[in-house]
């Protein structure tokens, strides 16, 4: 991915990239005009991670987010579980009908099935409310949406 990267980066000279564990890594503060993470926070503590992007943003530098998160399932929030049922009938057919275009089959096969299984046993998955609880107070003003296949995005400017 990084090769990748690279090879299509290459009028920007000013991209840099790392193969490093973010949570070890020390981010210079107040480095970063743009920070973006795609499908990476659900395998980090979110709180943490938060904060050290945070930290690493230069005043006026924007943190892009989007992630995968936990459908509500609470029962004595109504609104919440009745929201995961439209958003889980529409997406799972949805879902089911990418994985037949892009893959066709229905069904991963057993080896992804197995695969993503061990994938998920570390992963944490916010519900909405938590997403929102925690840029409330890490990233006040920041733009939080809900989109479809269980993901959301956050865009915050650092004042």
Known sequence: MIRIARE?????????????????????????????????????????????????????????ILDLFEPERNLVKPAGFFDSLIVNALAIPLSVGLRLIHHGRLLPSRAARDAWAAHERHDIYPTMDEVR??????????????????????VWKKP
């Not at 107040?30 to 050290?52: N, Q, V, W, Y």
């Open 133 to 154: 609880v925690l840029c409330a107070e890490i990233l006040p003003g920041a733009e939080i949406k809900k989109h479809l296949l269980w993901r959301y995005s956050v």
């Open 8 to 64: 299509q980066s290459t009028r920007c000279p000013n991209i840099e990239f790392q193969i490093a564990d973010v949570m070890s890594y020390d981010l210079p503060p107040e480095g970063f005009d743009c920070i973006a993470s795609l499908a990476t926070l659900h395998h980090l503590p979110l709180r943490e991670i938060l904060l050290k992007m945070k930290a690493a943003l230069k005043p006026g530098g924007v943190l892009l």
